[in-house]
């Protein structure tokens, strides 16, 4: 850990990223975007900690896991979710058909990076295959699996977790066909180690991550202004497609196509679409970038202050203040060991008990925005799932997205959606998010 450390002392300390940002529980209001690197930067920045993932990460989990073998295979532009994120910056796309193998030893030595492909990774993995030698790349696979003679062979099968899926039923029957019969009944599913690879978040990484949430949270705050909304004249998707441009702009990628809705005193649900924002709505936002190969997945709220206001009604108000108050008691349930399950239902029971309505359906992130890991909750689902009966693991980044629902006043007793989201990341003891959280709603003036 501690070499891990002064490796992300080394990262923040590079000229882009002189002033790093750390973690906040305080949002700023209305932040300014961080500079954003350049292609080479990037670059360097996802191979050094790939480098560093691939050095600690994988020998911790494949013997908390008691595997002694893992075998990866993608095929080109059919990545399977964890080799996608083991290729190095330069190498966009699986080449053929990459086959990657993981080998630990025992008795503390290293574990063996093995690539049995036409092409090299990067200098990540050693080459292990000449087809001039050995045409078949199966039967290379498995003379290098039985030369090693492991105990358990992993292989990406999972009914239950699509990223621990990754083996298709061609590319394992080829592979089965070519190995020694009494080792293939040494084969399991690697879904422990695809989930635990997926879902460890390290230092380097999460020295990076501040400044990632605080480019969200910075696009978010233009969103929410009147340099992109004139109440009486913008659409709710007016203001989507300005976030898909406004990211263009910055050379980063929507993990998913922004969300824009509109609750008004009077209407039902959400409005959408082509439906003007007016003085007196509560605006809602989702929207998640990716960059560095880190995702973000933040959820807003607003109000158009009407002619003459200076805030927002005390309904709406205590609405988010109320969510506020169920992130807390989801975040008392953060536990190494206890299932998401579990931690659902013990924050809903805190949350009720507080006479709060809650709805909580939050989730891992990190590679992926809907991460690897226990879910806790589903927006249709407030009861327990199969997929959160998994363990809750230190080192991990989370999505705190839920919503409570409460009766504004000043709306006639309307039912309100207070949805809010932010990043958070649990180190084993505390719970802290990445970049703060919204406490008070974004006012958006109805006059320039």
Same mark, same amino acid.
């Given at each position: 850990?501690?070499?891990?450390?002064?490796?992300?002392?080394?990262?923040?300390?590079?000229?882009?990223?002189?002033?790093?940002?750390?973690?906040?529980?305080?949002?700023?209001?209305?932040?300014?975007?961080?500079?954003?690197?350049?292609?080479?930067?990037?670059?360097?920045?996802?191979?050094?900690?790939?480098?560093?993932?691939?050095? +600690?990460?994988?020998?911790?989990?494949?013997?908390?896991?008691? =595997?002694?073998?893992?075998?990866?295979?993608?095929?080109?532009?059919?990545?399977?979710?964890?080799?996608?994120?083991?290729?190095?910056?330069?190498?966009?796309?699986?080449?053929?058909? +990459?086959?990657?193998?993981?080998?630990?030893?025992?008795?503390?030595?290293?574990?063996?990076?093995?690539?049995?492909?036409?092409?090299?990774?990067?200098?990540?993995?050693?080459?292990?295959?000449?087809?001039?030698?050995?045409?078949?790349?199966?039967?290379?696979?498995?003379?290098?699996?039985?030369?090693?003679?492991?105990?358990? =062979?992993?292989?990406?099968?999972?009914?239950?977790?699509?990223?621990?899926?990754?083996?298709?039923?061609?590319?394992?029957?080829?592979?089965? &066909?070519?190995?020694?019969?009494?080792?293939?009944?040494?084969?399991?599913?690697?879904?422990?180690?695809?989930?635990?690879?997926?879902?460890?978040? +390290?230092?380097?990484?999460?020295?990076?991550?501040? +400044?990632?949430?605080?480019?969200?949270?910075?696009?978010?705050?233009?969103?929410?202004?009147?340099?992109?909304?004139?109440?009486?004249?913008?659409?709710?998707?007016?203001?989507?497609?300005?976030?898909?441009?406004?990211?263009?702009?910055?050379?980063?990628?929507?993990?998913?196509?922004?969300?824009?809705?509109?609750?008004?005193?009077?209407?039902?649900?959400?409005?959408?679409?082509?439906?003007?924002?007016?003085?007196?709505?509560?605006?809602?936002?989702?929207?998640?970038?990716?960059?560095?190969?880190?995702?973000?997945?933040?959820?807003?709220?607003?109000?158009?202050?009407?002619?003459?206001?200076?805030?927002?009604?005390?309904?709406?108000?205590?609405?988010?203040?109320?969510?506020?108050?169920?992130?807390?008691?989801?975040?008392?349930?953060?536990?190494?060991?206890?299932?998401?399950?579990?931690?659902?239902?013990? &924050?809903?029971?805190?949350?009720?008990?507080?006479?709060?309505?809650?709805?909580?359906?939050?989730?891992?992130?990190?590679?992926?925005?809907?991460?690897?890991?226990?879910?806790?909750?589903?927006?249709?689902?407030?009861?327990?799932?199969?997929?959160?009966?998994?363990? =809750?693991?230190?080192?991990?980044?989370?999505?705190?997205?839920?919503?409570?629902?409460?009766?504004?006043?000043?709306?006639?007793?309307?039912?309100?959606?207070?949805?809010?989201?932010?990043?958070?990341?649990?180190?084993?003891?505390?719970?802290?998010?990445?970049?703060?959280?919204?406490?008070?709603?974004?006012?958006?003036?109805?006059?320039?």
């Amino acid at each position: 850990m501690k070499h891990l450390l002064a490796a992300a002392a080394v990262l923040v300390a590079s000229p882009a990223f002189a002033a790093p940002i750390g973690m906040s529980d305080t949002e700023q209001a209305a932040p300014a975007v961080p500079p954003i690197l350049s292609a080479r930067e990037r670059a360097e920045t996802e191979n050094r900690i790939l480098s560093e993932r691939l050095e +600690t990460v994988i020998p911790a989990i494949m013997r908390a896991e008691g =595997i002694d073998l893992w075998l990866l295979v993608a095929r080109e532009y059919f990545e399977e979710p964890v080799v996608a994120t083991m290729l190095d910056a330069e190498n966009m796309h699986a080449r053929r058909r +990459t086959i990657l193998i993981f080998h630990d030893p025992g008795e503390g030595k290293p574990v063996e990076r093995l690539t049995v492909s036409r092409y090299g990774l990067g200098g990540l993995f050693k080459p292990a295959w000449d087809p001039a030698k050995q045409p078949d790349q199966w039967k290379a696979v498995a003379d290098i699996i039985a030369a090693r003679n492991p105990g358990k =062979i992993a292989v990406n099968i999972s009914d239950l977790h699509q990223f621990a899926d990754g083996m298709t039923v061609s590319q394992y029957d080829k592979f089965t &066909a070519a190995l020694p019969e009494a080792l293939r009944a040494r084969i399991v599913s690697g879904e422990g180690l695809a989930i635990r690879w997926l879902e460890t978040r +390290t230092p380097s990484e999460m020295a990076l991550y501040p +400044t990632i949430e605080r480019t969200a949270h910075a696009v978010i705050a233009e969103a929410f202004s009147r340099k992109v909304i004139t109440p009486g004249v913008t659409t709710a998707e007016q203001v989507q497609w300005w976030y898909r441009d406004r990211l263009l702009q910055l050379g980063l990628d929507a993990w998913f196509h922004p969300s824009i809705a509109i609750q008004r005193k009077g209407a039902e649900g959400m409005l959408e679409g082509n439906e003007v924002i007016r003085p007196g709505d509560l605006l809602w936002t989702d929207f998640g970038i990716t960059y560095l190969r880190l995702n973000t997945d933040t959820q807003h709220l607003a109000y158009v202050l009407k002619p003459g206001e200076s805030e927002a009604p005390a309904g709406l108000r205590q609405g988010l203040a109320n969510s506020n108050k169920v992130q807390d008691a989801l975040l008392r349930q953060f536990v190494v060991g206890r299932s998401g399950n579990e931690a659902l239902a013990r &924050a809903r029971a805190e949350a009720k008990a507080a006479g709060l309505d809650p709805s909580i359906y939050s989730h891992p992130i990190g590679f992926h925005g809907h991460g690897a890991g226990p879910s806790i909750g589903f927006w249709d689902n407030q009861n327990a799932d199969p997929r959160g009966d998994a363990a =809750i693991h230190a080192n991990t980044a989370w999505s705190i997205e839920l919503t409570s629902y409460a009766v504004v006043p000043e709306w006639g007793g309307q039912r309100v959606d207070f949805r809010a989201e932010e990043n958070a990341f649990f180190d084993g003891k505390t719970v802290r998010f990445i970049d703060g959280r919204q406490t008070s709603l974004t006012l958006i003036p109805s006059d320039p």
